[in-house]
């Protein structure tokens, strides 16, 4: 079975640009998370995604804003980015995720996007 | 609020010898707990979990986790150490508590250095 793809792998952009991060989960996984992992931050949760609709959310802008399809295939956004913005941006996904109260499942990680903001 | 603690930056053991990974956890509820491992330029794999019974875990690659709850730990361990065991170690929480369901809460990471 194959694991879960994210794409780009690398991006580059300039300060001020937006960008969208795409990721596929595990075929019958309904549940994508993503993160953001910076050396000074750690790994840090931005949003959860389930059956199309947001399920939870970290401390983030509203810069920073994501969506789930039909397929469970997701994107993130992060619009007029900024040099901290910088990071390995990990995607997981889960077979159902949470529905109320905290699921024993598994996330499985994505290899990750690097994105370097110039 | 939820939070883990990985004490040690860095771990260095001699390829044989036996290594931990110190993990502690403070969560509201019963907790979920996870040990994941980073190398380099890649994504994060799982290694094994806690949810509920016997306190001594077992995972992938020879690893095993214990378990502590008077002790909110939750320590990675392998009895004998290889060097492409060397890489980034996450341990991570979950909580039980309606408000905290769903995101893990992962440490600051430990790396483990194994030299032959």
């Known amino acids: 079975k194959a694991g879960v793809t994210q794409t780009p792998r690398y991006l580059i952009k300039t300060r001020g640009q937006q960008v969208t991060l795409s990721c596929s989960p595990i075929?019958?996984?309904?549940?994508v998370s993503w993160y953001q992992q910076t050396p000074g931050q750690g790994l840090q949760f931005l949003f959860e995604?389930?059956?199309?609709?947001?399920?939870n959310k970290g401390n983030f802008p509203g810069r920073f804003s994501g969506r789930q399809f039909s397929n469970s295939r997701s994107e993130m956004n992060v619009s007029t980015l900024e040099l901290g913005d910088s990071a390995l941006y990990l995607c997981?996904?889960?077979?159902?995720?949470?529905?109320?109260?905290?699921?024993?499942?598994?996330?499985?990680f994505g290899p990750g996007t690097r994105l370097t903001v110039l | 609020a939820q939070s883990v603690a990985q004490p040690e930056d860095q771990v260095n053991v001699a390829e044989g010898n036996p290594l931990t990974v110190k993990c502690t956890y403070s969560?509201?509820?019963?907790?979920?707990l996870f040990w994941y491992v980073q190398y380099p330029n890649r994504g994060l794999q799982f290694l094994l979990k806690?949810?509920?019974?016997?306190?001594l875990v077992k995972g992938s690659y020879g690893f095993e986790a214990e378990f502590n709850k008077s002790q909110t730990s939750f320590h990675l361990k392998k009895p004998s150490a290889l060097v492409s065991d060397s890489a980034l170690y996450f341990c991570?929480?979950?909580?039980?508590?309606?408000?905290?369901?769903?995101?893990?809460?992962f440490g600051q990471g430990t790396t483990l250095q194994v030299k032959p």
């Open positions: 995604y389930f059956s199309e609709t947001q399920r």
């Open positions: 991570a929480v979950r909580g039980t508590v309606s408000s905290n369901t769903g995101k893990l809460i």
């Open positions: 969560v509201s509820g019963n907790p979920y």
């Open positions: 806690y949810i509920t019974g016997d306190n």
């Open positions: 997981a996904s889960s077979r159902v995720g949470t529905a109320g109260t905290s699921s024993t499942d598994t996330q499985y």
């Open positions: 075929s019958g996984h309904r549940s």
